[in-house]
């Protein structure tokens, strides 16, 4: 006789967040859950440092009969790690936060980590169904460094992987039973002491530990929302750099963003941000974008100045 109660599947989510990004990240929830199959059960786990109540009630409020929302306090974790943590600009603590989700949830075998400025269009199961074996990682190609010259060679050449296999870590299939086994937090420690990457970080971080156990999926589950693709309709349209509809006009999936905006208790409040984004703002944001590509520059002159060849003159000692 069969079981009338099967045991359903659980997708676990994970996301980082802080109280300057709920508003985005109770829109990729929205998102996430409208599109998600009601054949599985989503566990969202929110990883925070501190969370004003207000914020935690309204992404709560979210829960579904098949989505359910918690809450893990990562702060006592992170003050072994403060001095280690390199910090710019819009990064945060939270961006590190993932390497500590396979000791969190040895209850897992695998997950997807997410970042917040993401609007979910297709169905998450489907990214959870991908078989990484024992790789550590699925992950799509970071758009930018194939795109802009100055970060692909600074890939390539100073964090030392090929541009089609260097990936953007806003969104991971992590396989946590093999991370958990490769002790990625303990390679992740060894690494910082060891360097200190500036341009992107975490993400920089993580392709290095991941070199040759990462598996490139499909750039639809991880599309840059750039002006010029406006009408492309991803997996996960991903509102990194200068690519927000919170605060421009023309991005790639506005209106869908806009739609499940409206669905959330921070509607109001993004209206407001983008109707009040000024002119100084903007300039602000354009101007952060120039000062990293100069910042990979000075990285990319440092490594070639270190790595430079001594001239046969002075080997000869003429």
């Known amino acids: 006789m069969k079981n009338k109660h099967k045991k359903r599947t659980i997708v676990p989510v994970f996301f980082a967040v802080d109280d300057n990004y709920a508003p985005y990240l109770a829109v990729a929830i929205r998102s996430l859950s409208d599109n998600a199959s009601r054949a599985y059960d989503y566990n969202i786990h929110i990883l925070i440092d501190t969370l004003s109540d207000t914020n935690k009630s309204r992404l709560t409020a979210m829960q579904t009969n098949n989505v359910r929302i918690d809450f893990v306090c990562v702060a006592d974790r992170l003050d072994s790690l403060d001095k280690m943590l390199h910090l710019r600009d819009y990064y945060t603590k939270a961006t590190y936060y993932r390497f500590f989700i396979p000791e969190l949830f040895p209850q897992y075998k695998k997950g997807i980590y997410l970042d917040c400025d993401m609007l979910i269009l297709g169905d998450i199961s489907e990214l959870y169904r991908y078989d990484i074996k024992r790789l ?93 693709d406006k009408g492309f309709m991803p997996e996960i349209a991903h509102f990194k750099i200068n690519y927000k509809p919170w605060r421009y006009d023309g991005i790639m999936c506005e209106k869908e963003f806009w739609h499940y905006a409206e669905k959330t208790a921070y509607y109001e409040f993004l209206k407001n941000e983008k109707a009040s984004y000024t002119d100084a703002e903007r300039a602000r944001d354009a101007k952060m974008y120039a000062d990293l590509m100069v910042l990979a520059g000075d990285e990319l002159d440092s490594y070639y100045n270190e790595n430079r060849s001594i001239p046969a003159a002075e080997i000869c000692g003429e």
């Open 136 to 228: 550590l990682v699925a992950a799509a190609a970071e758009e930018v460094m194939a795109n802009v010259p100055v970060f692909g060679e600074y890939a390539e050449q100073v964090v030392g992987i090929p541009c089609d296999q260097y990936f953007n870590a806003g969104m991971l299939v992590m396989n946590l039973e093999e991370m958990r086994r490769f002790n990625i937090k303990e390679e992740f420690v060894a690494l910082c002491k060891e360097r200190a990457f500036r341009v992107t970080q975490d993400q920089d971080y993580l392709n290095v530990i991941c070199a040759g156990r990462s598996l490139i999926v499909n750039q639809t589950w991880n599309k840059t929302a750039y002006s010029e």
